[in-house]
């Protein structure tokens, strides 16, 4: 009986570790995420072509190709997406900057720091950084 007893506590002590690391790992970065600050962009002196561009942040690390053609952006492909993407955020948010023609959208609640990578990636990409 004691030694049934030694192993469940070991299990549940292991169940621990491991949830513990996980909500660690899932965590990390998100205040840097939530203070990021997305500039606007002003497509009306961009050249026509296809830029690349990047936000580095733990698992919200991402990478756009965002193409302009006549001064308007007229795609947004995700080359590199977050590590857990939520699709209905990102078609949402990908749709909102095409119609805005511009970062300056709404943030997507519930999502903010993945909404705000995509966007500092977009930014970077138009911005030349």
């Known amino acids: 009986m004691k030694r049934v007893k030694k192993i469940v506590l070991y299990v549940v002590i292991g169940l621990v570790v491991v949830l513990t690391a996980g909500i660690t790992y899932l965590n990390i970065g998100m205040n840097e995420g939530k203070k990021a600050v997305v500039g606007t962009v002003d497509v009306s002196q961009t050249v026509d072509g296809s830029y690349v561009g990047s936000y580095k942040n733990s698992r919200w690390s991402n990478q756009v190709n965002v193409t302009v053609v006549n001064h ?49 990636s977009i930014e970077n990409a138009l911005s030349g950084k």
Request: hydrophobic share 45%; charged share 25%.
């Open 72 to 120: 308007r952006i007229t795609a947004i492909n995700i080359e590199k997406t977050v590590l857990i993407e939520q699709q209905d955020v990102t078609e949402k948010l990908i749709n909102d900057v095409l119609a805005a023609q511009n970062t300056d959208v709404e943030i997507i609640s519930g999502a903010t720091v993945t909404s705000k990578a995509y966007l500092k």
